[in-house]
């Protein structure tokens, strides 16, 4: 398995709020991306990078930032939370050698 | 029309059938072809990747017809250890997409 964390795990928030998802790869791999998974959507692209502060916008970015300021770290920020955002939002890297996604455990965010 | 579409499911089968998964794709030019495994709360891994010729992995088939944009998996011998939630990937330009997944429970 790839050396992916995500942090934190488990959020509680309120709607309005600012909230901001790390995820951590000691892999090298050039390519991350923040997916979130809803029932009857399945993984659903935010955002993805394909280096140190190279990022485009997946199919459902409204609502979302990242930053990528290193090659190990790529954050996802909710500037103003809201209740649709809940959500298990996974992150993942990419090994172009294999074009294999690997994926990190997931945080689960409640948006009150 | 959603990129990546999949059997619905839930497919509830014995133990020892022989099962399989649809999935149909919408982008032409998409590269390459996955399927990965889901536990339940866990996050997806990947099962395989799907070859134009066709690949297999033990019990596992995967099969890909360029010409019609579909991708299918076969499981032969279901073990109970196979329930999972089964996920049809594409990648048309590094952006992988995901299909909503396929359930599959295997029963004593």
């Known amino acids: 398995d790839a050396g992916i964390t995500q942090s934190p795990r488990h959020k509680v928030t309120e709607t309005g709020t600012p909230v901001t998802l790390r995820c951590h790869q000691t892999?090298?791999?050039?390519?991350m991306y923040w997916y979130r998974q809803d029932p009857g959507h399945g993984l659903r692209l935010i955002h993805y990078s394909y280096g140190v502060k190279d990022t485009d916008k997946g199919e459902v970015s409204d609502g979302y930032s990242v930053s990528r300021s290193k090659t190990e770290d790529f954050l996802l920020t909710l500037e103003s939370a809201t209740s649709s955002q809940t959500s298990v939002y996974f992150c993942a890297t990419l090994d172009d050698s294999t074009d294999t996604q690997y994926f990190g455990p997931g945080t689960r965010l409640t948006v009150l | 029309r959603k990129e990546v579409e999949q059997d619905p499911g839930p497919f509830n089968v014995p133990e020892g059938a022989t099962v399989a998964f649809n999935c149909t794709y919408s982008n032409s030019a998409s590269q390459s072809f996955f399927w990965y495994r889901q536990d339940c709360r866990k996050e997806p891994k990947l099962l395989m990747s799907v070859y134009s010729s066709g690949n297999e992995d033990g019990r596992f088939t995967a099969q890909l017809n360029r010409a019609s944009q579909y991708i299918s998996l076969l499981i032969r011998d279901s073990k109970l250890s196979d329930s999972a939630t089964y996920l049809c990937?594409?990648?048309?330009?590094?952006?992988?997409?995901f299909g909503a997944g396929t359930r599959l429970t295997v029963k004593p």
């Open positions: 892999e090298n791999h050039r390519y």
């Open positions: 990937v594409v990648n048309p330009n590094n952006d992988m997409r």
